[in-house]
């Protein structure tokens, strides 16, 4: 589905006033509120249990053995489980500090529910890994488990970055929020706009990337909570299809600190993972520029 630059910009412009006038009306927009594309997310109800020859270390190659079972402590089949963002069974690993995100996809090992990855830490924290995945005619759910590094922080380290904007070679990337300060519970609608930095115009050709022409997740610093980040633009159809920037985007805000989150995108053939980073308070506090607040949040906030 081929999307020219005028039609995608009156298309985001409709799509923005419907939706602020449904999540200003209500205070949460979810799944069974019609928001394309919102997959609901419930408890962890399969166990995953992790193995590494050595803690991570930086730089250096990590083979990651992975048991996948359920409550009955029987190995979990890849038949069992639903398609969900175009994959049966992803691993989202990130480290303590924030600093480094990876999507990575397990591969069947041996015995029913063993499965293997491999990775290269940027880091030599302790990482966590998040199992996505989705048992057939049930709710989605991430699995955490922890893999240790060489080198673990000992303490709060998250790597601040209030951040809203990247430039990347050939491109300009920036997000917009409809909230100046983003409260838990308060469902918020972003924009994410991909430009040509020699043209000025937003980047047409953007190619599918997990059954969407852009992939948002995101991590709070409690280093324990994914942030699911739903994109509402029509997603492709065949593999052959491509969109335009701008991506419009709703984030529903489930707890206090700072907000770690990743813009995943393909153009020409080449992946881009840009990140940014954003503070959610309480309701009632206010926070006018979330750009210049780097350090972490007060434990009254």
Same mark, same amino acid.
């Given at each position: ?31 069974? +509120? ?13 166990? #995953? ?14 083979? #990651? ?18 398609? =969900? ?30 499965? %293997?990855?491999?990775? %290269? ?25 922890? =893999? ?9 380290? #998250? ?20 909230? +100046? ?21 937003? #980047? ?6 997990? +059954? ?9 610093? +409690? ?18 299809? %491509? ?7 709703? =984030? ?50």
């Amino acid at each position: 589905m081929f999307l020219t630059s005028s039609f995608s910009r009156i298309r985001v412009a409709v799509l923005c006033l419907v939706m602020a006038a449904a999540l200003f009306a209500a205070p949460a927009a979810r799944a069974d +509120d019609g928001i394309p594309n919102e997959v609901p997310y419930g408890p962890a109800t399969y166990h #995953v249990s992790l193995r590494s020859a050595v803690p991570l270390e930086k730089g250096e190659l990590a083979q #990651v053995s992975m048991t996948l079972t359920d409550a009955d402590g029987d190995g979990v089949l890849p038949g069992r489980l639903a398609a =969900l963002d175009g994959d049966k069974l992803h691993v989202f690993v990130v480290d303590e500090s924030l600093l480094d995100f990876q999507d990575l996809m397990p591969r069947p090992s041996g015995a029913p529910g063993r499965f %293997i990855f491999g990775f %290269i830490p940027k880091t030599s924290h302790n990482y966590r890994v998040f199992v996505n995945l989705r048992p057939k005619g049930k709710p989605a759910q991430d699995i955490p488990a922890l =893999l240790k590094g060489k080198d673990p922080c000992g303490k709060y380290c #998250v790597n601040i970055m209030s951040a809203d904007r990247a430039k990347l070679p050939g491109y300009n990337v920036y997000v917009t929020l409809n909230r +100046d300060t983003v409260h838990v519970g308060e469902d918020v609608i972003g924009t994410l706009h991909i430009i040509g930095s020699k043209e000025g115009a937003p #980047v047409i050709g953007l190619q599918p990337v997990k +059954d969407a022409f852009a992939y948002l997740v995101g991590f709070y610093d +409690d280093f324990k909570t994914v942030a699911h980040i739903t994109v509402v633009n029509d997603g492709p159809r065949k593999d052959t299809d %491509i969109g335009a920037s701008p991506i419009l985007f709703v =984030l529903h805000p489930a707890r206090r600190g700072y907000l770690k989150y990743y813009a995943a995108f393909r153009i020409k053939g080449q992946d881009y993972l840009v990140p940014f980073g954003l503070r959610v308070v309480k309701p009632g506090v206010s926070l006018p520029d979330i750009r210049k607040v780097l350090s972490r949040m007060p434990p009254d906030q």
